[in-house]
């Protein structure tokens, strides 16, 4: 290979210092220069002049002023662009692994490596870096290059969706007029007009939804749903369009269903299969909302409609292909809403599939993963914790528990609860000092909190609502009262 590599080798132990000089000098073949040094800082400096332009680093973990892993980090915070090759005497594999994480391309053990081997080791290692270099570049254009996209859509969309809906009433008002009375020839030009931009600000519509999820502007506020009840407002929101082609919506989603979903992008997803199912139906069918067996975090949309063909299928959800046809009744749609609603279940780590038969129907499937609800019990009473997990188990939930609120906070540092139960009067850190952490620390300000204590005090309900308790009981109490405050946040 034409050209000179320049090493620097990091190695305070002379006698494998001079076994690198002659491995690389008789197998070489004067392809390498070495320039050696014996602590850390000396390299540092070199590195940071940048007079030699090294190709490669070769270097120990045993060195008189750094040691171990430490000693890998601080070399690649300063040579970023510069493939790093551990040679060292520590036979460790666990070691070794996380060398690799942290950006060594190869980990030596002294001793166990053969020396004549060294050279090609150190050629392959400075083009493999050379080669993820180039993937890194690339990558990072492309997503560059996307990013620029979606923005350039975002604020295309953006600014024409204002003209269009002024537009939009400028015609509705005109169509209104009745003085005088607009022409039958001009009222059917004005209600095309009205159909076409109402079709454009749909798009648009569409199209900002999308740039908005790929741009990751949209932060998911997931809670728990009750599917049923999703269900029945989706078919609440398109009877109109069902009754207006004979269209009997059915849920047989049943009640407590639990989702983990946000509520306002879950429904929409929700929203945009249902329309679909009744614009692919024929006249007097029907179409189902339910959960499949053995899918608790499903809901399904069934119908008996026109079908997709076999070749259409895999094409369904790409924004760049063009799968929109007209409904059963002529009803046109951007194409958008399907791909839309992949974007919004893969945000949620979940998915949407279909099933489907040509002339007989398609049923969607909207996955999200199950999700079992944690409730962290904070309580410096044994027998009522013993208690509360007695209760609370029926339920299917995780519970953690804590004596008070410091030991809740170190639970918090592994688990973020969907709900927290805590008392007031605890030792160390009381349930007024913990409420006043969980709501100005960013990962558990929204998490529902149920205060519980023995204190009827008006001041102390107060106090708690004002820190941003959600509910409020006293001790003692009815399990039949707890049970319900609990549902209203995990189902």
């Known amino acids: 290979m034409a050209g000179n590599y320049k090493?620097?080798?990091?190695?305070?132990?002379?006698?494998?210092?001079?076994?690198?000089?002659?491995?690389?000098?008789e197998t070489g073949k004067g392809l390498f220069h070495i320039t050696h040094v014996e602590r850390m800082a000396e390299a540092l400096t070199l590195l940071e002049l940048?007079?030699?332009?090294?190709?490669?680093?070769?270097?120990?973990?045993?060195?008189?002023?750094?040691?171990?892993?430490?000693?890998?980090?601080?070399?690649?915070?300063?040579?970023?662009?510069?493939?790093?090759i551990i040679m060292t005497g520590l036979n460790d594999e666990e070691l070794a692994i996380m060398a690799v994480k942290h950006g060594a391309q190869e980990y030596l053990v002294k001793g166990q490596t053969d020396m004549d081997s060294?050279?090609?080791?150190?050629?392959?290692?400075?083009?493999?870096?050379?080669?993820?270099?180039?993937?890194?570049?690339?990558?990072?254009?492309?997503?560059?290059?996307?990013?620029?996209?979606?923005?350039?859509?975002?604020l295309v969309a953006h600014d024409l969706r204002a003209p269009l809906t002024g537009l939009e009433l400028s015609?509705?008002?005109?169509?209104?007029?009745?003085?005088?009375?607009?022409?039958p020839k001009h009222k059917a030009v004005i209600a095309q007009a009205m159909a076409a931009t109402d079709s454009m600000i749909m798009l648009i519509e569409e199209l900002l939804n999308i740039s908005r999820l790929q741009t990751g502007s949209v932060t998911l506020q997931r809670r728990f749903l009750d599917g049923h009840f999703v269900a029945m407002a989706a078919i609440d929101r398109m009877s109109f369009l069902a009754e207006q082609k004979g269209i009997k919506l059915v849920n047989n989603v049943p009640e407590g269903t639990r989702l983990y979903a946000d509520v306002n992008l879950f429904t929409e997803v929700v929203y945009n299969l249902v329309s679909n199912a009744i614009k692919f139906s024929h006249k007097n069918s029907m179409v189902t909302l339910f959960t499949p067996d053995g899918h608790k975090a499903t809901l399904a949309?069934?119908?008996?409609?026109?079908?997709?063909?076999?070749?259409?299928?895999?094409?369904?959800?790409?924004?760049?292909?063009?799968?929109?046809?007209?409904?059963?009744?002529?009803?046109?749609?951007?194409?958008?809403?399907?791909?839309?609603?992949?974007?919004?279940?893969?945000?949620?780590?979940?998915?949407i599939t279909v099933e489907s038969e040509k002339g007989k129907g398609s049923t969607f499937y909207a996955i999200l993963p199950v999700v079992k609800p944690k409730i962290l019990l904070v309580d410096d009473d044994r027998i009522m914790?013993?208690?509360?997990?007695?209760?609370?188990?029926k339920m299917d939930v995780e519970i953690l528990e804590a004596e008070n609120g410091k030991d809740a906070?170190?639970?918090?540092?592994?688990?973020?609860?969907?709900?927290?139960?805590?008392?007031?009067?605890?030792?160390?850190?009381?349930?007024?000092?913990?409420?006043?952490?969980?709501?100005?620390?960013?990962?558990?300000?929204?998490?529902?909190?149920?205060?519980?204590?023995?204190?009827?005090?008006?001041?102390?309900r107060e106090r708690a609502f004002k820190l941003g308790a959600d509910d409020f009981l006293v001790k003692p109490f009815v399990v039949e009262e707890l049970i319900p405050r609990i549902r209203r946040f995990i189902i």
């Open 409 to 460: 906070i170190v639970q918090l540092e592994e688990h973020t609860p969907h709900i927290i139960i805590t008392d007031i009067i605890m030792p160390v850190m009381d349930g007024f000092a913990l409420l006043e952490y969980l709501r100005k620390n960013p990962r558990t300000k929204l998490v529902p909190v149920i205060v519980i204590t023995i204190r009827a005090d008006i001041n102390d």
């Open 118 to 154: 060294l050279t090609r080791t150190i050629r392959y290692a400075i083009e493999r870096f050379k080669i993820e270099e180039e993937l890194l570049t690339a990558k990072r254009k492309a997503e560059e290059a996307t990013a620029i996209k979606d923005k350039f859509v975002s």
């Open 171 to 183: 015609m509705k008002l005109l169509n209104m007029d009745t003085d005088p009375e607009p022409h």
């Open 7 to 25: 090493i620097l080798l990091v190695e305070d132990n002379m006698a494998d210092a001079r076994l690198v000089r002659e491995a690389v000098a």
């Open 50 to 84: 940048d007079t030699q332009g090294f190709d490669v680093v070769l270097l120990d973990l045993s060195l008189p002023d750094e040691q171990g892993l430490s000693t890998l980090i601080r070399m690649r915070s300063a040579t970023a662009a510069i493939p790093i």
């Open 385 to 393: 914790r013993i208690l509360f997990r007695e209760h609370i188990a």
């Open 301 to 351: 949309v069934r119908d008996e409609g026109v079908g997709i063909a076999p070749e259409v299928l895999p094409n369904l959800f790409k924004r760049e292909e063009k799968t929109t046809t007209p409904g059963t009744a002529g009803e046109k749609g951007t194409g958008l809403g399907l791909p839309l609603s992949h974007d919004i279940m893969a945000t949620h780590n979940g998915a």
